[in-house]
C-alpha cells in the first residue's frame, strides 16, 4: 500500500479533508493539529460573517480571533445531533460580532448621555438590560424547539444574512427545501414568540 492509501490519523486518507464534525471533535480532545485544520476550514467565512455584521475590518479580525479562540476552548461543547459543525461555528461568530456592535453602540449611547450633562437618568437602564436578555433568552428557546435542520437555515438566513441560494449552498441542500424548513421554522418561531398576523 502506498503513502497515498495510509490512513490519516483522523481515520480518512490522506488527501480527503476531514469533517468539520469529526475536527471538532479532535479540537475537543486538545488535539492541536486539528484545530488548525479547524482554522483553515472556517477562518474565512468567520471572518466575512462578522465583517457584515460589525463592517469595520479591524474590529472584524478581533472579533474573528474571538471567535476562534472559543470554538478552541468550547469544542467539546459541540453536539452534533443539534446542527452541522459549521452552523455551531457560525452561530457563535455571530453572536460575538452583534455584541461587539451591541457594545459599540451602548459606549456611544453613554458618551452621548454624558455630553448632554444629563444628572438623572431618563429610564431604567438595569431593567432594560434585564429585559434585552430575558427576550434573547425566549428567542434561544424558541430556535431551540425547532428542528436541527430547521435552526441551521434560519440562523444562517437571519443571523448571518445569508440569502436563501447561499443557504442552500452552505447546508447543501435544494433550494426548495430550504425554503420550505425556513418558511416552517419561521411559522414555529412566530407562534412561540406570539407574535400576531
Same mark, same amino acid.
Given at each position: 500500500?502506498?503513502?497515498?492509501?495510509?490512513?490519516?490519523?483522523?481515520?480518512?486518507?490522506?488527501?480527503?479533508?476531514?469533517? $468539520?464534525?469529526? %475536527? #471538532?471533535?479532535?479540537?475537543?480532545?486538545?488535539?492541536?493539529?486539528?484545530?488548525? =485544520?479547524?482554522?483553515?476550514?472556517?477562518?474565512?467565512?468567520?471572518?466575512? $460573517?462578522? #465583517?457584515?455584521?460589525?463592517?469595520?475590518? @479591524?474590529?472584524?479580525?478581533?472579533?474573528?480571533?474571538?471567535? #476562534?479562540?472559543?470554538?478552541? =476552548?468550547?469544542?467539546?461543547?459541540?453536539?452534533?445531533?443539534?446542527?452541522?459543525?459549521?452552523?455551531?461555528?457560525?452561530?457563535?461568530?455571530? =453572536?460575538?460580532?452583534?455584541?461587539?456592535?451591541?457594545?459599540?453602540?451602548?459606549?456611544?449611547?453613554?458618551?452621548?448621555?454624558?455630553?448632554? %450633562?444629563?444628572?438623572?437618568?431618563?429610564?431604567?437602564?438595569?431593567?432594560?438590560?434585564?429585559?434585552?436578555?430575558?427576550?434573547?433568552?425566549?428567542?434561544?428557546?424558541?430556535?431551540?424547539?425547532?428542528?436541527? #435542520?430547521? =435552526?441551521?437555515?434560519?440562523?444562517?438566513?437571519?443571523?448571518?444574512?445569508?440569502?436563501?441560494?447561499?443557504? @442552500?449552498?452552505?447546508?447543501?441542500?435544494? %433550494?426548495?427545501?430550504?425554503?420550505?424548513?425556513?418558511?416552517?421554522?419561521?411559522?414555529?418561531?412566530?407562534?412561540?414568540?406570539?407574535?400576531?398576523?
Amino acid at each position: 500500500m502506498g503513502p497515498e492509501r495510509e490512513i490519516h490519523r483522523w481515520g480518512v486518507h490522506r488527501g480527503e479533508p476531514p469533517g $468539520l464534525e469529526e %475536527l #471538532l471533535g479532535a479540537v475537543a480532545r486538545g488535539d492541536r493539529s486539528a484545530f488548525e =485544520r479547524v482554522y483553515e476550514l472556517i477562518a474565512p467565512r468567520v471572518f466575512g $460573517l462578522v #465583517l457584515r455584521v460589525v463592517r469595520d475590518r @479591524a474590529q472584524s479580525e478581533e472579533v474573528a480571533q474571538d471567535v #476562534l479562540v472559543e470554538v478552541w =476552548r468550547s469544542a467539546a461543547r459541540y453536539d452534533p445531533g443539534r446542527g452541522s459543525g459549521s452552523a455551531w461555528v457560525m452561530t457563535i461568530a455571530h =453572536r460575538r460580532a452583534v455584541d461587539r456592535v451591541r457594545s459599540a453602540q451602548t459606549g456611544g449611547d453613554r458618551e452621548a448621555r454624558a455630553a448632554r %450633562l444629563q444628572v438623572h437618568r431618563p429610564f431604567d437602564e438595569v431593567a432594560e438590560s434585564v429585559e434585552g436578555r430575558l427576550e434573547r433568552e425566549r428567542v434561544r428557546r424558541c430556535l431551540d424547539g425547532l428542528t436541527p #435542520l430547521q =435552526r441551521e437555515s434560519v440562523t444562517f438566513a437571519y443571523y448571518g444574512g445569508y440569502s436563501y441560494r447561499e443557504v @442552500a449552498e452552505l447546508v447543501q441542500a435544494p %433550494l426548495a427545501t430550504v425554503k420550505t424548513r425556513m418558511r416552517d421554522g419561521l411559522i414555529r418561531l412566530r407562534d412561540c414568540l406570539g407574535v400576531q398576523r
